[in-house]
Every structure is written in structure tokens, then in C-alpha cells.
């Protein structure tokens, strides 16, 4: 079955206690990014990935790090979280971003900061 | 201003209805996608559309290009509809394509 999958799913944690949030995707996608949901907010990107080793801000990107060493996987790093990151996070994954393919979606990770 | 507007920002309903989901937008764009998030939270696709028309079912989106303005509409709604539409626009903003996402509608159907 096509998906994306993050883990974990739900994450209650202190401030400054570095995280990591995984994503991995089985459908061989060159582009992957991270958004962030916020009530009034809407989504908002985290950061992007074009394909294996080459990355980019997005619109919020202070406070996390992402890296993509292999195609499947793009984890989302918070080296030192803040209760401002507290929010819905999704990891979405398409073919190319030049072109307006599909974007899959993996469930969400619910993180709570203290 | 934003720069993808929906309207309305929500909606309430009786079982069976007619509903409609407006969408404009202010940038360039090569695609448009209508997604739907249920109260669980996760995110799924229901259209990506760059003219014209398509149809899943119970669910038609329609964009205009020259209006820059698309609608999704749901026919014979049920309270299983109950769920928040994004739309969300591919454009190319900075040199790089990227989504921009409305607020979001959200949709309550009522037995």
C-alpha cells in the first residue's frame, strides 16, 4: 500500500529535550516536505526536500533541521524545542515538485512542548 | 490578504443538502488541490485539478482559471462529509514551486 508514515504519532516533551520526528514513504518520491498546523494558522511549510541530499527553508523554518540521506526517509529534527512548537506536524511526500503531482500526506504527530 | 481565501469559513448543514466550497486565489499557479481533514487530523487528497472539471462520486471541483477561483461541491451530503476542505494552490513563489494552503472550511453535516 502507497503511504507515508511518521512516528511518533503523539509526543509529550520538556523544553530543550532535543527530537526527532521521522517520515518515510513507500512510493519512491523525489519530493518531500514538512509542514506545521496551527488553529487560525492554517498549514505552513517547514521545509522541503527536492530529492536526496538537496534541501531548502520553507516559510517557518527557525528552530527545526531536516536532512534526506536516503530517498524514503526525511526526518524533522528539533535540536532544542520551545513551547512555541507545540503543533500538528505532516510529513508529505510527491513526484517531482516541478510538476503538480499528487501530494500524500502521513498522519500527523501531535507534539505537545513544556 | 491572504493568498488563497475560502469561503465560508464554515458551514453547517442538514443531511442530504447541496454544498458548496468557494476557493480564490490571488497568485499564479500551475495546480490546485482540494484536500479534506477529518476530526482524526490526517490529510487526504481529493482533487488536483489545473482547468475544468472533475468528479469522484458525490464530490465535483471546478476551477476557473481566467477568475483564478475554484468551487468544490458536495451532492446529497452525509454527516460522514463532516470534515474540514483545504485548498491548497502550486505555485512558484521564490524560484521554487511550492503549496499554498487556505484556512480551511469546516464542514458539519447534520442527521
Known sequence: EA???????????????????????????????????????????????????????????EGYKVSRKEKRNFPLILESPSPNQTSLYFCASSRPANSPYEQYFGPGTRLTVT | KNEVEQSPQNLTAQEGEFITINCSYSVGISALHWLQQHPGGGIVSLFMLSSGKKKHGRLIATINIQEKHSSLHITASHPRDSAVYICAVRSLIQGAQKLVFGQGTRLTINP
Open chain 1, 3 to 61: 503511504q507515508v508514515t511518521q512516528n511518533p504519532r503523539y509526543l509529550i516533551t520538556v523544553t530543550g529535550k532535543k527530537l526527532t520526528v521521522t517520515c518515510s514513504q513507500n512510493m519512491n518520491h523525489e519530493y518531500m516536505s514538512w509542514y506545521r498546523q496551527d488553529p487560525g494558522l492554517g498549514l505552513r511549510q517547514i521545509y522541503y526536500s527536492m530529492n536526496v541530499e538537496v534541501t531548502d527553508k520553507g516559510d517557518v523554518p
